[in-house]
């Protein structure tokens, strides 16, 4: 199957001819012909209408290689928000109903995309400020130097509670403290940054591919599909590919096209071993004490202890347990109880006694979590 699908899409197989390719087109039309409910997570980096009067230029008069491209002109802020609502109509209808979204811009334009997706009902999860190490000065000495842009990451409405965020592992790479929304990498710059042959940059606004890793890595999982509908020189197709992620790109320049085309196709996966992820206990799916009941591993009857048997209850059969002469209530409500605590977890609390044997319930719970992942729940 070839990288580049110069046209349309056609319809979903076993493999969507679709997947990891880049779709020629404006990105409203082409998304629109895309299955609903078919990617996981979007990156998106629109055009930031930067309002560029003319020419940038240093003190001694020379040119500022910077935005001036016909695709970051707009007519007026009014043509700009059509446009923003527009793709952003339609790259909600792509998410999955727990999927994410990832917008990027400047403070020209995230404000208002920012208040678009508001309106259209996507629910804000955090603003990430990418603070760049190596900033473009102010040549003008008029204001500050603009040294960061803003991230909006946001799910797919308040009710999409199981999105995807590999908490743990971003703890894990971060020295075992939680990871904080401000990002500190450089801009795409030396051998990342592709040149032409006049030594120019194919892209002026290409993005590091370590801050669309961290991106992939926190709120993705291997295989899943990441849709990039200003997909530029496919930096987030080379990084999905790198770690093991579909994508699928939409681009309307010829140029980027083929430079993405080229790039993409010399990146190596890594290794399944590689990709392994500290996914946490938060990434585990929930299991009801129920389930236990439901795959016979637990019996109706059954003696629960503590690990020091000085507290005994036993298992109702609709998934409650009771101690004494309480009502029943669940392995938490019930632990808690015998306690005199507010609160108890009742996964390592109970034991479930067989004699004099005892065994953690906790470890009933990861026999049918195995079960379900071998199902492919």
């Known amino acids: 199957m070839p990288l580049v699908a110069p046209g349309a899409p056609g319809e979903a197989q076993a493999k969507p001819e679709w997947l990891d390719t ?19 997570a979007i990156f998106a980096d629109p055009p930031y209408n930067l309002q560029l009067g003319g020419d940038l230029t240093r003190p001694d008069q020379s040119r500022v290689d910077a935005v001036n491209e016909d695709w970051d002109r707009f007519e007026s802020f009014e043509a700009y928000d059509a446009f923003t609502r ?41 603003d990430i400020v990418w603070r760049k190490t190596n ?4 040549f ?20 999409a509670k199981s999105y995807t965020f590999n908490y743990d592992a971003m703890k894990a790479a971060n020295d075992d403290t939680q990871m904080r929304s401000d990002w500190l990498f450089p801009i795409c710059s030396g051998s990342e940054r592709l040149r032409d042959e006049d030594g120019g940059k194919v892209h002026p606004t ?36 790198r770690l093991g992620r579909h994508f699928v790109g939409i681009e309307r320049e010829d140029s980027y096209i083929e430079a993405a085309a080229e790039r993409i196709l010399e990146v190596e996966p890594l290794s399944a071993a590689a990709l392994a992820s500290n996914g946490g206990k938060r990434a585990e799916p929930r299991v009801p004490f129920a389930a236990l009941l439901d795959m016979g591993l637990v019996q109706p009857g059954a003696e629960l202890t503590c690990a020091k048997g000085r507290h005994v209850a036993h298992v109702q059969a609709d998934g409650t347990i009771r101690s ?5 209530a ?15 977890n009742g996964w390592t609390f109970w034991y479930l006694r067989e004699g004099a044997r005892l065994t953690p319930i906790d470890a009933f719970r990861q026999t049918v979590r195995e079960a379900i992942a071998k199902a492919g729940l």
């Open 22 to 40: 880049i779709i020629k087109g404006d990105c409203v039309s082409r998304m629109a012909m895309l299955p609903a409910g078919s990617v996981d």
């Open 86 to 126: 527009a793709w952003l109509l339609a790259a909600r209808r792509l998410l999955k109903p727990n999927g994410t979204i990832w917008v990027i811009g400047s403070y020209h334009n995230i404000f208002r995309v920012g208040a678009i997706m508001q309106d259209l009902g996507f629910w804000m999860l955090n």
């Open 135 to 138: 900033p473009m000065p102010n």
């Open 140 to 159: 003008r000495g008029r204001r500050f130097q603009n040294a960061h842009e803003t991230m909006i990451w946001a799910s797919r409405s308040s009710e």
């Open 206 to 241: 290409q993005k590091p591919e370590a801050l669309l890793a961290r991106v992939i890595l926190s709120s993705t999982k291997p295989g899943d599909t990441i849709l990039d509908p200003f997909f530029g020189t496919g930096t987030t197709g080379a990084v999905a590919k």
């Open 324 to 328: 004494g002469e309480g009502e029943p």
């Open 330 to 344: 669940s392995i938490h409500k019930i632990g808690a109880r015998v306690q005199g605590l507010d609160a108890c």
